[in-house]
């Protein structure tokens, strides 16, 4: 795979609609192509789109150990209604256990490199075990997300993972999300409904008020230009 792959994608493939691309792609990329789930509302549309069509994409998560209640009540909600396989994708406990003895469970708070650590820790390192051998990638981005996200492309090659990365949503809004999921009956997290627009780590996701950034509930003690935890940073 390569950059030049995934110009090429976004030439044959960007204009076909979804379900058909994502059948596409299960055919080229037979038995290496993945789907990342945090099971917010834009990865639960895929989700539907993947198992409703019974199409060939491997789904996972990362589960950092500090992720909502109401999360893992989704992710129970979802294998029930769709009864396909969502494999989970932990920290490794040695690099987690030092970290947290020398620095303290809640160390995030006190730094960004702190915060960035716990990230790599728990949702980057699992993330390339889980892209592992894999050629494409597709996550539940969507342009209007943040500023770093608006020069996304449907296909882009991220380098640091070596995969071609597929953002199905890409132009999608808010809104279109939460009509899909009312319109197919698909199981959402009830946090949406209390102003989480984006949700992560429990400790570090908020509510946000009305008119402010959809980042701002995300890490709301850093500056907006630091809000990554490096998974889609290459």
């Given at each position: 795979?390569?950059?030049?792959?995934?110009?090429?994608l976004?030439?044959?493939?960007?204009?076909?609609?979804?379900?058909?691309?994502?059948?596409?792609?299960?055919?080229?990329?037979a038995?290496?192509?993945?789907?990342?789930?945090?099971?917010?509302?834009?990865?639960?549309?895929?989700?539907?789109?993947?198992?409703?069509?019974?199409?060939?994409?491997?789904?996972?998560?990362?589960?950092?150990?500090?992720?909502?209640?109401?999360?893992?009540?989704?992710?129970?909600?979802?294998?029930?209604?769709?009864?396909?396989?969502?494999?989970?994708?932990?920290?490794?406990?040695?690099?987690?256990?030092?970290?947290?003895?020398?620095?303290?469970?809640?160390?995030?708070?006190?730094?960004?490199?702190?915060?960035?650590?716990?990230?790599?820790?728990?949702?980057?390192?699992?993330?390339?075990?889980?892209?592992?051998?894999?050629?494409?990638?597709?996550?539940?981005?969507?342009?209007?997300?943040?500023?770093?996200?608006?020069?996304?492309?449907?296909?882009?090659?991220?380098?640091g993972?070596?995969?071609?990365?597929?953002?199905?949503?890409?132009?999608?809004?808010?809104d279109?999300?939460?009509?899909?999921?009312?319109?197919?009956?698909?199981?959402?997290?009830?946090?949406?409904?209390?102003?989480?627009?984006?949700?992560?780590?429990?400790?570090c996701?908020?509510?946000?008020?009305?008119?402010?950034?959809?980042?701002?509930?995300?890490?709301?003690?850093?500056?907006?230009?630091?809000?990554?935890?490096?998974?889609?940073?290459?």
């Open positions: 795979m390569s950059e030049e792959l995934a110009k090429q976004n030439t044959e493939l960007g204009e076909k609609e979804t379900v058909e691309t994502l059948k596409a792609l299960a055919e080229k990329f038995g290496k192509i993945v789907f990342t789930t945090s099971f917010g509302i834009e990865d639960q549309v895929i989700t539907d789109l993947i198992f409703r069509n019974d199409i060939d994409i491997k789904v996972v998560t990362l589960d950092t150990g500090r992720l909502f209640e109401e999360t893992h009540k989704v992710y129970a909600r979802t294998i029930e209604k769709y009864n396909k396989p969502i494999i989970p994708f932990y920290p490794k406990h040695e690099p987690l256990e030092k970290f947290i003895a020398e620095n303290g469970p809640n160390s995030f708070y006190a730094s960004v490199e702190n915060r960035k650590m716990c990230c790599h820790i728990r949702k980057v390192e699992p993330l390339g075990r889980a892209l592992e051998g894999m050629a494409c990638w597709i996550t539940g981005l969507r342009a209007s997300q943040s500023a770093n996200r608006e020069g996304l492309e449907f296909f882009n090659w991220d380098g993972f070596k995969v071609v990365k597929y953002n199905p949503l890409l132009h999608w809004e808010l279109d999300c939460r009509k899909y999921t009312l319109e197919n009956h698909v199981p959402y997290n009830v946090l949406h409904d209390r102003g989480f627009v984006s949700i992560g780590c429990a400790p996701t908020r509510a946000i008020q009305p008119g402010e950034d959809f980042r701002a509930g995300r890490w709301w003690w850093e500056s907006n230009s630091k809000k990554e935890c490096g998974l889609h940073q290459h």
